[in-house]
């Protein structure tokens, strides 16, 4: 489950501290950044927002449409990778100021995927010898056999895949908006299979109909038993906040002046986690095929029913926010000889990766974010443990809170760099964390029954007062 924020009025921006309504939705999530400006001293960013829904079909004819696309898919990828011409590219090495930067550091071996018009040409020419279809089913084709040779090579080039040519391995058709006809008001699609032949889709009375009231309609993805229909629209976010998060396999840590400390638990799911490694090991060693795969889905299913829920009260929680992570992978952090690979994956998988798609996320380099003293600047050497000490100024704090005040200051300073202002850190004027930061705030996800619950966030004033709330467990936190 997510929450989306509420929609503000486009002719005028809201009111500073004023509230916003919000409202439940289901549904996949996807932003992309379209514009960036500024209003004022709020940063305005403009948003596309897509959802996709499935919608059960039963018509013999689909399967049959299925089948060719899968095969001329396979065939377009084929050739696409026969015409592949690779070359070598070299450690290169540039001067920036005084200091040397290694842009290559090895020599590798670069695809080159053919794009001239005369070899599409000639691939549009082959896979129309053998089209029972209308013709833009074979432009289809060839802008899916693209995109899956591109993605391909982004991951070869990342050292996340080998030099091995994709296979289909899944039935579906994806659908150019060329061979669809919207009809908005009887919420149907018509999508031309044959000259004088159609299939018509319906999203009238289902469940999610009111949640994509006024949104368009975009490529449907079709399946032997279902249809997959993403709808888009667009919003303005007036962001007025930026937290800097520090993803921990236990934890997330984040940092924001007018909260305070964010502390995430992520126990339960690393908990979660480990014990369905254990049951899946246990239908292995017995040879229970079908038991493994159970325990598979089943964490799987609870896994993201976690991480959404959790995503979800964090975007209800911090409106208005950009959620600021490092760039990194973190499965590639944990070493590969003392760790085995299932103790890497699960540190892969952590919220931040949903959070990106259920909010407004940015990326700052990771360097030293953990060994850079936040109150004088100052870059520790060697850093071991959970607590920071700064030899310089003697600021004394968890490692983890000290990452995310980093992350959020470089990411702001990159914003001030632009405009040539002066460098800042991570906290106050005052430079005083123990006066300025007395309050941890915790929010997280517990198990309760079968489904997980958000637990409600409140904060403890610096006298010890404390306020009464559900589920939650707030600690005064104060910097050494």
Same mark, same amino acid.
């Given at each position: 489950?997510?929450? !989306?924020?509420?929609?503000?009025?486009?002719?005028?921006? %809201?009111?500073?501290?004023? =509230?916003? %309504?919000?409202?439940?939705?289901?549904?996949?999530?996807?932003?992309?950044?379209?514009?960036?400006?500024?209003?004022?001293?709020?940063?305005?960013?403009?948003?596309?927002?897509?959802? *996709?829904?499935?919608?059960?079909?039963?018509?013999?004819?689909?399967?049959?449409?299925?089948?060719?696309?899968?095969?001329?898919?396979?065939?377009? &990828?084929?050739? @696409?990778?026969?015409?592949?011409?690779?070359?070598?590219?070299?450690?290169?090495? $540039?001067?920036?100021?005084?200091?040397?930067?290694?842009?290559?550091? =090895?020599k590798v071996r670069i695809p080159i995927i053919p794009r001239d018009r005369a070899f599409k040409k000639r691939l549009r020419d082959e896979l129309m010898k053998d089209n029972p279809y209308a013709r833009h089913w $074979?432009?289809? $084709?060839?802008?899916?056999?693209?995109?899956? /040779?591109?993605?391909?090579?982004?991951?070869?080039?990342?050292?996340? *895949?080998?030099?091995?040519?994709?296979?289909?391995?899944?039935?579906?058709?994806?659908?150019?908006?060329?061979?669809?006809? &919207?009809?908005?008001?009887?919420? +149907? @699609?018509?999508?031309?299979?044959?000259?004088?032949?159609?299939? +018509?889709?319906?999203?009238?009375?289902?469940?999610?109909?009111?949640? /994509?009231?006024?949104?368009?309609?975009?490529?449907?993805?079709?399946?032997?038993?279902? #249809? #997959?229909?993403?709808?888009?629209?667009?919003?303005?976010?007036? /962001?007025?906040?930026?937290?800097?998060?520090? =993803?921990?396999?236990?934890?997330?840590?984040?940092?924001? %002046?007018?909260?305070?400390?964010?502390? $995430?638990?992520?126990?339960?799911?690393?908990?979660?986690?480990?014990?369905?490694?254990?049951?899946?090991?246990?239908?292995?060693?017995?040879?229970k095929r079908e038991l493994y795969e159970k325990y598979e889905a089943r964490e799987r299913n609870r896994e993201k029913d976690f991480i959404n829920k959790l995503s979800a009260g964090l975007r209800m929680l911090f409106?208005?926010?950009?959620?600021?992570?490092?760039?990194?992978?973190?499965?590639?952090?944990?070493?590969?000889?003392?760790?085995?690979?299932?103790?890497?994956?699960?540190?892969?998988?952590?919220?931040? !990766?949903?959070?990106?798609?259920? *909010?407004?996320?940015?990326?700052?380099?990771?360097?030293?974010?953990? !060994?850079?003293?936040?109150?004088?600047?100052?870059?520790?050497?060697?850093?071991?443990?959970?607590?920071?000490?700064?030899?310089?100024?003697?600021?004394?704090?968890?490692?983890?809170?000290? *990452?995310?005040?980093?992350?959020?200051?470089?990411?702001?300073?990159?914003?001030?760099?632009?405009?040539?202002?002066a460098r800042m850190r991570g906290f106050p004027h005052s430079n005083e964390p123990e006066e300025a930061m007395m309050v941890e705030l915790w929010v997280g996800v517990t198990p309760s029954g079968r489904s997980p619950?958000?637990?409600? %966030?409140?904060?403890?004033?610096?006298?010890?007062?404390?306020?009464?709330? !559900?589920?939650?467990? @707030?600690?005064?936190?104060?910097?050494?």
């Amino acid at each position: 489950m997510a929450q !989306r924020g509420a929609h503000h009025n486009r002719s005028s921006p %809201p009111r500073p501290g004023g =509230s916003e %309504p919000q409202e439940t939705v289901l549904g996949s999530y996807l932003f992309i950044r379209v514009d960036i400006s500024f209003y004022g001293a709020i940063l305005l960013k403009i948003l596309e927002l897509v959802r *996709a829904y499935s919608v059960p079909i039963r018509d013999d004819r689909v399967r049959g449409l299925i089948t060719w696309y899968v095969k001329a898919l396979q065939n377009a &990828i084929d050739m @696409i990778w026969d015409n592949i011409r690779w070359k070598y590219s070299f450690p290169k090495i $540039v001067r920036k100021g005084k200091k040397l930067v290694v842009i290559r550091g =090895s020599k590798v071996r670069i695809p080159i995927i053919p794009r001239d018009r005369a070899f599409k040409k000639r691939l549009r020419d082959e896979l129309m010898k053998d089209n029972p279809y209308a013709r833009h089913w $074979v432009d289809a $084709v060839i802008r899916t056999a693209y995109s899956i /040779v591109e993605s391909w090579r982004r991951r070869y080039l990342k050292g996340r *895949a080998r030099k091995v040519k994709p296979k289909i391995r899944r039935r579906f058709a994806r659908c150019k908006t060329t061979l669809m006809k &919207i009809d908005y008001q009887a919420k +149907t @699609i018509r999508i031309t299979l044959k000259q004088g032949e159609y299939l +018509t889709i319906s999203w009238r009375s289902t469940w999610f109909e009111h949640r /994509v009231r006024g949104w368009t309609v975009g490529e449907v993805i079709i399946k032997d038993d279902r #249809v #997959v229909i993403p709808f888009k629209s667009s919003e303005e976010i007036y /962001v007025r906040r930026v937290i800097g998060w520090d =993803s921990y396999e236990l934890s997330l840590d984040g940092y924001e %002046p007018s909260i305070g400390f964010i502390h $995430v638990d992520l126990k339960p799911l690393q908990s979660m986690k480990i014990l369905y490694e254990r049951k899946k090991a246990i239908a292995q060693r017995k040879g229970k095929r079908e038991l493994y795969e159970k325990y598979e889905a089943r964490e799987r299913n609870r896994e993201k029913d976690f991480i959404n829920k959790l995503s979800a009260g964090l975007r209800m929680l911090f409106q208005n926010t950009i959620h600021v992570f490092e760039d990194l992978d973190k499965e590639d952090l944990v070493s590969r000889k003392k760790r085995r690979k299932n103790r890497r994956k699960r540190n892969a998988r952590t919220p931040w !990766r949903r959070m990106s798609e259920v *909010a407004l996320t940015a990326s700052v380099d990771p360097r030293n974010t953990s !060994r850079e003293c936040p109150r004088c600047g100052y870059v520790v050497e060697t850093q071991e443990g959970h607590v920071f000490e700064c030899p310089r100024c003697g600021l004394k704090m968890n490692r983890h809170k000290a *990452a995310s005040i980093n992350i959020r200051r470089r990411y702001l300073e990159g914003k001030r760099r632009r405009k040539r202002r002066a460098r800042m850190r991570g906290f106050p004027h005052s430079n005083e964390p123990e006066e300025a930061m007395m309050v941890e705030l915790w929010v997280g996800v517990t198990p309760s029954g079968r489904s997980p619950v958000i637990w409600i %966030p409140m904060k403890r004033d610096p006298e010890g007062d404390e306020t009464k709330g !559900r589920g939650l467990d @707030i600690k005064q936190y104060q910097a050494r």
